[in-house]
C-alpha cells in the first residue's frame, strides 16, 4: 500500500464549479496534512494545512480531515482556469528515523478548469 | 513569508562532470533541509535531509557518494550531483522547515547530456 494515494486524474471541470480532491494516507501516526498546487515546470506552493479532524476553510478552498477514515480531500469553490495545476497531497510523518519531520509526497491530481 | 532561494534554475552539464546546486534561506535560519527529486509525471521523492552541521540523512536507495550534501551553515545548503548520467536528468527542489511549515526553492532543471 502506497503511503499517499491520490487519483491522478485528470480531473476536469467547468468554470464555476466545484473541484474535489481526495488522498488518503496509511500511516495513523500522521499529524499533519498540506495540499500543494504545482503548475508545470515549477516547485509546489502550499495551499492548505491542516492538522485537526473537520472543515478548515480559507477563502475559495476548503480542506477536510478524518483520521478515523485516513482521508483528507480539497474542495475548490468557483473553479477558475487559474486553478489548473497538479495538486499534491502531503502527509507529514512522525518522528521516523533519520527523516524526522520530512513530507511524504502522493503522486498528485491534475485538474483541468474548463473555461 | 519565508523564502527559499535556489539556484541554479536551469542547468545543461555533460555526462561525467559535476553539478552543484544551492539553497539560501532569506529570512530565517533553517537548521533542516529537504532535498526531493522529482522525474516527470511522477510526485516529489525524497532523496535525503539535511542538519546543519552534521552528516545528512540519505533515504533507501539514494547513492550518498554520488549525491553529496553539505549543510555547513543555517542558511546554506548545497547538493551535488557527481559523475552525472543521463539518468540523473530531473527536477530538484529543497524544502526548508520555518516557524510555517515547509518552504519550497523553486527547483532547478538539471539535463545531463
Known amino acids: 500500500q502506497k503511503e499517499v494515494e491520490q487519483n491522478s486524474g485528470p480531473l476536469s471541470v467547468p468554470e464555476g464549479a466545484i473541484a474535489s480532491l481526495n488522498c488518503t494516507y496509511s500511516?495513523?501516526?500522521?499529524?499533519?496534512f498540506f495540499w500543494y498546487r504545482q503548475y508545470s515546470g515549477k516547485s509546489p506552493e502550499l495551499i492548505m494545512s491542516?492538522?485537526?479532524?473537520g472543515d478548515k476553510e480559507d477563502g475559495r478552498f476548503t480542506a477536510q480531515l478524518n483520521k478515523a477514515s485516513q482521508y483528507v480531500s480539497l474542495l475548490i469553490r468557483d473553479s477558475q482556469p487559474s486553478d489548473s495545476a497538479t495538486y499534491l497531497c502531503?502527509?507529514?510523518?512522525?518522528?521516523?528515523?533519520?527523516?524526522?519531520?520530512?513530507?511524504?509526497f502522493g503522486k498528485g491530481t491534475k485538474l483541468s478548469v474548463k473555461p | 513569508g519565508a523564502v527559499v532561494s535556489q539556484h541554479p534554475s536551469r542547468v545543461i552539464c555533460k555526462s561525467g562532470t559535476s553539478v552543484k546546486i544551492e539553497c539560501r534561506s532569506l529570512?530565517?535560519?533553517?537548521?533542516?533541509m529537504f532535498w526531493y527529486r522529482q522525474f516527470p509525471k511522477q510526485s516529489l521523492m525524497l532523496m535525503a535531509t539535511?542538519?546543519?552541521?552534521?552528516?545528512?540523512?540519505?533515504e533507501q536507495g539514494v547513492e550518498k557518494d554520488k549525491f553529496l550534501i553539505n549543510h555547513a551553515s543555517l542558511t546554506l545548503s548545497t547538493l551535488t550531483v557527481t559523475s552525472a548520467h543521463p539518468e540523473d536528468s530531473s527536477f530538484y527542489i529543497c524544502?526548508?522547515?520555518?516557524?510555517?511549515?515547509?518552504?519550497f526553492g523553486s527547483g532547478t532543471r538539471l539535463t545531463v547530456v
Open positions: 529570512d530565517f535560519q533553517a537548521t533542516t
Open positions: 502531503a502527509v507529514r510523518k512522525g518522528n521516523y528515523g533519520g527523516s524526522q519531520g520530512n513530507l511524504i
Open positions: 539535511s542538519n546543519e552541521g552534521s552528516k545528512a540523512t540519505y
Open positions: 491542516i492538522y485537526s479532524n
Open positions: 524544502s526548508a522547515m520555518d516557524r510555517y511549515g515547509y518552504t
Open positions: 500511516d495513523r501516526g500522521s499529524q499533519s
